[in-house]
């Protein structure tokens, strides 16, 4: 009766749900994450338990978020309390900070392509109790999560996860994998935190503003694209050419343009 169901659930178009179903990719993913007994496995969608099954099976145990309650009815049918501890709820709202507290977590996924970069900037709010991540997208996303400085698709998603993260693209999945198939490529990438001692310290809010500021009009000069913030002193101040282009500066440049902006700005306390 189970597997009818599961045979019978349609992909939801709200959802961005695509089900993986090929048994060599699912094993090959596995071997990937190399989950092991006592790990505090975080998966994201679970779907049709397709990753999970073989998750459970090498872990003993996963917590799983499903925002889908049909879904989430079928994995309390397939899985004991516990093998699977279930949170049913919208992972882009959840509170990072309060899933499995006290514990370091290795977060799993096939992140519905709709929010995958709201989702991966959501995450960064818990990366510090994050020992690693490994997630299925997009393929042109990881290569943008990958990208280095002076590639076409180097922008504001490379530096802002590179600050904080060490990324690797692992290999690619093919629209075949999947029921239904997507139109677009998959792909593989291992997210590793960097320790918090090892971080430049920065404003994170300003950070933020001056990368998407940066990357806004990729054709404009530092100069101009940062004109509102910073002046072209300033930007030299930051060991910076006003000249270069956005996507030819490395992540260590940004947090210097982010510390000259935030110095220059005025202080919240002030009159």
Partial sequence: MKQEWLEGHKARKRFGQNFLHDRHWIERIV????????DAL????????????EVIALARHETAVEIDRDLAQFLREQFL????????????KLNWATVLEGKRLRIIGNLPYNISSPLLFALMSAADRVIDQHFMLQREVVDRMVAEPGSKVYGRLSVMLQYRYVMHKLFDVPP??????PKVTSSI??????PVESLEPVDMEVFAQVVALAFQQRRKTLRNALST????EAILRADVNPGSRAETLDVAAYVRLAKEAARLQ????AV
């Fill in 189 to 194: 990438v291992r997210m590793v935190p960097r």
């Fill in 266 to 269: 005025p202080h919240k306390d």
């Fill in 229 to 232: 913030i910073l002046d072209e």
């Fill in 42 to 53: 975080v998966e994201i969608g679970p779907g049709q338990a397709a990753l999970t099954r």
């Fill in 31 to 38: 071997r990937g994450i190399d989950p092991k007994p006592g």
């Fill in 176 to 181: 075949g994998a999947f029921v239904p198939p």
């Fill in 81 to 92: 309390p516990d093998e699977l501890t279930l949170i049913e709820a919208d992972a882009l």
